[in-house]
């Protein structure tokens, strides 16, 4: 059994113990990146240091347990009802109320797929209101399937409340750490700790395939957009999905897709739903890199998918066809390396690509890193990739940047995915 523990577990404790800020601790993002395991794992060590957990999966309506003997009695798995609405989560937060007024500042209530209650920002906005009218010592962590953003609807009645903690796609060096995978198999089954195949395991690959599929890609359009947001258009959202896995690393003009594309609509529509896929962690169409940022948002989009398993998955490809075709192992690596950017990148920073045309010639920068004064432009060598054109073209243009060449024998490919954004952004710049 697999007991290796993220980063953010320990980060859920320290949140949860921090008596000088009472906040409720948010953990949000994408399906299948492990929060539920996350909690769980925090819940194990809270309850070791005395803490006693109320921890309810909302989307299972019988109780279980989770733990060792140790301290299983210190954690209480309870129902999460056939159809958890309002009073549903108003009569399970009075009970760990209760509970937290008889055993002290030690109680921990844990809501896991808290989207399913419709309606909760607002309940807990006011359950958590009068808690701190009362003072009443009941912590507080809850989980959503989806980023915060999209899960709270952009309410500004939740600001000050909650210590949102995202669980992003899974890095190189955790599925490595986890899982003992190479570099070249992370590439190519993605950053999701729940199916795990290993390189010519053919009866496991159809299972892996589905699991992307079904686990995956449909529950979070079906249930994470779609229910969520407003889409006149499902059928157009989930064709874009599939073409943005088609065309992953690649950029691609609108009145393309827009022809390639059934019932289409106009470029709002599709810029909207590409929001809304990037905001779900599945997909997003970067914008060109320009000084003027508004003329950059009507150029062509370079789709890109944010787990290079939403691009393998649906290719047909095993494992070792995708290696000996370079051409595609090249976009698998150019997409791994994009997605890397995007999941380990903060709030200020933003990610664009670069490219110059004239009559002759058209020169392209894979990856653009802006935060602040600073500038990086990253160009990725896989496969038969390629001459450093384009990145030259972009120093020259752009003399301040720093430019980097990730897959060179300056900056392994490896050793580029073990680093985040941020800490690029402070080695190269700062």
Known sequence: MITYQRLQVQRVVDLVQDRSTMRITAITGPRQTGKTTLAQQACRVLAERGHRCLYVALDDPT???????????AIEVLPGGMAPDRAWL????????????WSGPDVVLVLDEIQRVPGWSDVVKGLWDRDRRENCPLRVVILGSVPWKMMTGLSDSLVGRFNPLPAAHWSLSEMANAFDLSVDEYLFFGGYPGSIVREGDISRLSMWRRYVKESIIEPTIERDILGLNRVRKPALLRQLMELGAHYSGQIIAFNKLLGQLRGAGNTMTLTRYLDLLK???LMVGLTRYTPA????????RKLLVL????????SGYSFEEACADRTWWGRIVETSVGAHLL????????????RHSSRDLSLE???????GPHLVGVEVKSGKRRNLRGLQAFAKRFPKAITVAVGSDDMPLGEFLSGGTEEWIRELCE
């Not at 999941?343 to 670069?354: D, L, M, R, V």
């Not at 920068?365 to 935060?371: A, G, N, T």
């Open 63 to 73: 109780p279980g347990t989770f733990g060792s003997l140790e301290v299983r009695a």
């Open 90 to 101: 108003i009569e399970v937060w009075e009970r760990a109320r209760r509970a937290a007024a």
């Open 279 to 281: 905001s779900a962690g």
């Open 293 to 300: 940022p508004h003329f950059g948002k009507a150029q062509p």
């Open 307 to 314: 787990n290079s398993a939403l691009m393998t998955a649906p």
């Open 343 to 354: 999941n380990t990148c903060g709030p200020a920073t933003k990610i664009h690509y670069w």
């Open 365 to 371: 920068v894979d990856f653009i890193i802006v935060r």
